[in-house]
C-alpha cells in the first residue's frame, strides 16, 4: 500500500525552500524525492491570485494581470536571483534602483485613522513624522550599537531589545507606536516575530539592499514563476496532504 512505500528523501513544503531543495537533490542523482505540500498548489509564501481564477499557474497568459498574495520583490543578489534572472524567467520584471530605498520604513508615509463627526473612518498624515522618525530612528541606532557592544559576543532578540529601548527613556506615545510599526513591519519583510530576530546579525536600520525586482506584474507573478519553477518536479509533488507524525530514527 502507499502508506508503506519509502523515499530516499521526504521534503514537507512545496515553497521556495522545498522545491528547490527536491530541484538539487534530482539534480544530485537523487531521484527517489517525495515532497508533500498541504495546499492545491505550489509557491509556499508566494501566491498570484490569476484573472482566470487560477493561483500559482505555470502557464498564464503574457496578458494576465496577477493579484499578489504573498511575496512580491525578488533580490537580484541571491541565489535564487541569480537563477530566475539567468533563466529568464523573471525578464520582464521591472528592475527597482536600490538608491530610491532609504531603509524599512525610513522613506514611508504616516497616517492616522480617526472617525468624522458622521461617524465615517478618515485618514489624515501625520503632520512632522520625518523629525519622529529621525528622532526614533537615531536613537536606536545608537541603542543597538552600544547594546552589542555591552553583550560582548552575545545576543538577544530584536524584540528584548525594542521593550528595553522603550523603558529606558520617558517616550511619547507616538514614538512608541513608531517603534511598535517598525517591529510589524520588520515582522511582515522577515516572516518571523521580532522576538526571533537576532539583533546582532539583522539589521533592521540597514539602508542599503540590493537591485530588487517587482514580480507582480503583467504575465509574470512570483506564485506563478514558482510554479513554473516546479513543473519539471511535478510527479513527486502531492498536494493537499497532511503530516501527521514525523519519527526521528536513531
Not at 535564487?80 to 520584471?93: D, P, Q, T
Not at 557592544?149 to 529601548?165: I, Q, T
Not at 510599526?181 to 511582515?188: D, F, M, P, Q
Request: charged fraction near 30%; glycine fraction near 10%; charge should be neutral.
Amino acid at each position: 500500500p502507499d502508506a508503506m512505500r519509502t523515499h530516499d528523501a521526504v521534503i514537507v513544503g512545496a515553497g521556495w525552500a522545498g522545491l528547490r531543495a527536491a530541484r538539487a537533490l534530482s539534480e544530485s542523482g537523487v531521484s527517489d524525492v517525495l515532497v508533500l505540500e498541504a495546499n492545491g498548489h505550489v509557491g509556499g509564501r508566494s501566491k498570484s491570485i490569476n484573472e482566470d481564477g487560477t493561483i500559482n499557474s505555470p502557464a498564464t497568459s503574457s496578458d494576465n494581470v496577477p493579484v499578489e498574495a504573498g511575496s512580491e520583490w525578488l533580490y537580484d543578489s541571491t541565489s535564487m536571483g541569480k537563477y530566475l534572472k539567468k533563466s529568464e524567467i523573471a525578464h520582464v520584471a521591472p528592475i527597482i534602483d536600490p538608491r530610491g530605498y532609504s531603509g524599512l520604513l525610513k522613506g514611508a508615509k504616516f497616517y492616522r485613522q480617526a472617525r468624522r463627526k458622521d461617524g465615517a473612518l478618515e485618514a489624515k498624515e501625520v503632520t512632522n513624522s520625518d523629525e519622529l522618525k529621525d528622532e526614533v530612528w537615531e536613537g536606536i541606532r545608537s541603542f543597538r550599537k552600544k547594546r552589542l557592544k555591552k553583550l560582548k559576543k552575545g545576543d538577544e532578540s530584536w524584540g528584548d531589545a525594542f521593550d528595553a529601548y522603550k523603558r529606558r527613556r520617558n517616550m511619547s506615545g507616538k514614538e512608541i507606536e513608531y517603534i511598535d510599526l517598525l517591529g510589524e513591519v520588520a515582522k511582515i519583510e522577515y516572516t518571523c516575530e521580532s522576538d526571533q530576530m537576532s539583533l546582532r546579525e539583522i539589521d533592521l536600520l540597514d539602508q542599503d539592499i540590493p537591485t530588487t525586482r517587482y514580480m507582480g506584474v503583467r504575465g509574470l507573478g512570483f506564485g506563478n514563476v514558482a510554479a513554473r519553477f516546479g513543473e519539471p518536479l511535478s510527479s513527486k509533488i502531492r498536494l493537499n496532504s497532511r503530516v501527521t507524525e514525523i519519527n526521528n530514527y536513531p
